[in-house]
């Protein structure tokens, strides 16, 4: 749950603000003073503070002032009626996030707010760089034993000791960000502000006033000062996502803040200092947009101080089974339902899935198939189409007379062989596909899972709890499954 400290003496505001962020995941607590204020501010421990320049007795400023030095890490975003250039600028020397001038338009109210708890989520979500020691860990951001991950444990720890500049380098959806966030964490600059940016998300003309602000009559539209993202952050972190994608002008832009600590807003000529360590990041090869003409090549070398490189998921299989496990605890932590398990053929089919998506498609699926699933655990016919087909297409499959076939109805993966346990059960579904495609009566999964539930019955001779096992379902599960199918209970299943 998100929580809102709003500080202002006017009871219209406080009434307003409740009906607009009137939700059962926002909790927003009021104060009608300055004084007041801070001394909510250690009870309620807020997740954003929104509070109004003018009030009586402590001022808004003064406010901040103290706001900032119990916790820095806390956005606020200052309120006001009257706009003036000085207490603008003021504010934002002082740290606030941002401003709002009255009357609100409710919509950008709305899009700043969830932007400032989107960045205080960020400074304040842990990350943990140790590799997992017990698959029920909780709070880990960055999961893995590979020999590839423990390269960029170290480096991250490396880094976070330091001042340098980091450049992070990887596939989209491997976790470049997360590493941003591990690095800013471990780092002395933990107590301040930390941003990020996806310069790719931000239009081109655009981009240079979000990262440096810009003055009132700057271009069409500009109705009021604003301050950029690094003045925001200042003695802070920023992570530049995407920078690939910037284009060359504000490239240079980025350049002399990296050499001299300086820029101006747009639209002005007074330049602005400021302190911010940067973390860039990307998904394209810079070496490559460098030879091409395509980014700065100055730029490059002042960003490649320290470089991170980020590993695919198809070159670190040996951690799918330990992001599984974590995804499936942190899904089970989301929605506050007990967590399930994964079947054995289902597992097997993720790890020999290629994951062109990364960690974050390895997410998105376990997310998908927990929705789905009927049981208390994954089942291979649970994952997408696209994960098992993988996986059955990898392999020859046998015909029910025993000639060798190849089933290409969907993509090859070349990970390397799989276990004769798993080609089996690949030739199964193979060969259950096939009928089903010559029987429109047949109904593959419930055919199955039938026949499934009365063999293994009867292979433990009626022992349920050994029946279950073997099935990869509990003792409750397999009773549902005899009541659903009709199996006459004539063996001994007590």
Known sequence: MDKI???DDETDVLYAFRRIFDSPETEITTATSGEEGIERFPQVRPDLVIMDIRMGGMTGLQTLEKIRKIDARTPVIMMTAYGTTKTVIEAMKLGAYDYLLKPFDVPKLQQLVYSALKAS???RQSVSLEQLEDPADDELGIVGRSEAMQKVF???????TSQATALITGESGTGKEIVARAIYQNSRRAKNPYLAINCAAIP?????????GHEKGAFTGANAIRVGKFEQCNQGTIFLDEIGDMALQTQTRILRVLQNGTFERVGSNNSVEVDVRVIAATNKDLEEAVAEKEFREDLFYRLNVVRIHLPP??????????LVS?????????????CKSISGDALAALEHYHWPGNVRELENVIQRSLVVTKGDAILIGDLPHEVFGDSLSASSVSTPNGTQ??????PSSNLGPVSDSTVNIQALASTLFTWAKNDSDLKVLPAVERELVRCALQETKG?????????????????????KFKIKQTLDIN
């Not at 081109?204 to 440096?212: V, Y």
């Not at 998921?313 to 330990?322: C, K, Y």
């Not at 974590?326 to 007990?338: A, E, I, N």
């Open 204 to 212: 081109e003309n655009l981009l240079e006033s979000e990262l440096f």
């Open 313 to 322: 998921l198809r070159e670190r299989q040996e951690d799918i089974r330990l």
């Open 326 to 338: 974590y995804f499936l605890k942190k899904f089970s932590t989301v929605h506050g339902t007990p």
């Open 405 to 410: 076939s190849r089933d290409d109805s969907g």
């Open 121 to 123: 989520r960020d400074m």
């Open 463 to 483: 022992n349920q709890l050994k029946a279950a096992a073997m099935l990869g379902i509990t003792r409750a599960t397999l009773r549902k499954r005899v009541e």
């Open 154 to 160: 170290k480096l991250v720890g490396q880094l976070a």
């Open 5 to 7: 400290l709003l500080i």
